[in-house]
């Protein structure tokens, strides 16, 4: 089992940054990558970036540019930088972590961009 804990969320105003951090723990040898995901209301949970053991990064088209993933292999912790943020990124992120045949998510954190 492997147990996600996010924070860093937040009310900011249009233009902003914000820093999410997710720690993991547990059996946490078994994660393959790690991502960050976020559902508005109304909408579908989305990916929004994932970055693997290795080091590889994925950006939804949305964020390129503004946000940025990385991780901290030594304290099993992945973070979300968020720049430039627009009032469609409000949303509730998740972080989560893949492991062989295995999901884990963390239990959410709001994020509120004012305009």
């Known amino acids: 089992q492997v147990q996600l804990v996010e924070s860093g969320g937040g009310l900011v105003q249009a233009g902003g940054s914000l820093r999410l951090s997710c720690a993991a723990s547990?059996?946490?040898?078994?994660?393959?990558?790690m991502g960050w995901y976020r559902q508005a209301p109304g909408k579908e949970r989305e990916l929004v970036a994932a970055i693997t053991s290795g080091g590889s990064t994925y950006y939804a088209d949305s964020v390129k540019g503004r946000f940025t993933i990385s991780r901290d292999n030594a304290k099993n912790t992945v973070y979300l930088q968020m720049n430039s943020l627009k009032p469609e990124d409000t949303a509730v992120y998740y972080c989560?972590?893949?492991?062989?045949?295995?999901?884990?998510w963390g239990q959410g954190t709001q994020v509120t961009v004012s305009s």
């Open positions: 989560n972590a893949v492991c062989p045949g295995k999901k884990y």
């Open positions: 547990g059996d946490t040898i078994c994660i393959s990558a």
